[in-house]
């Protein structure tokens, strides 16, 4: 059975940072692409950020970039994502998610999804 795990988040003044980690088992963790998305209230869910197997390759969604880094420790089966420079729209749900593809922005392309964690920025 494949769980992904979501910890880190938290209520978190704006400017703040964060360090959400989502930890997998039950699947050949170095063999899949892992990625971050988010939702607020109201609104659609988001993609955010992309990891390649090796973690040599990443993708980011232009609101986050150079604010977000994602990083996977696949001795772990692990996925990071380091979030500074908090503003109050990055308030979602965020969760990890798992596919066998390419880094995909699409989350319907990926098939593990973690339970989500909340992330709260205040102004």
């Keep these: 059975q494949v769980q992904l795990v979501e910890s880190g988040g938290g209520l978190v003044q704006a400017g703040g ?15 899949y692409v892992l990625g971050w998305f988010r939702q607020a209230p109201g609104k659609e869910r988001e993609f955010v950020a992309a990891i ?7 993708r980011y969604a232009d609101s986050v970039k150079g604010r977000f880094t994602i990083s996977r420790d696949n001795a772990k089966s692990t996925v990071y994502l380091q ?12 969760y990890c998610a798992a596919n066998r593809g390419a880094m995909q922005t699409n989350p319907q392309f990926y098939d593990y999804w973690g339970q989500g964690t909340q992330v709260t920025v205040s102004s």
């Design 83 to 94: 979030i500074d420079s908090l503003k109050p729209e990055d308030t979602a749900v965020y």
């Design 17 to 31: 940072s964060l360090r959400l980690s989502c930890a997998a088992s039950g699947l050949t963790f170095s063999s």
């Design 52 to 58: 390649s197997l090796s973690g040599n390759n990443a």
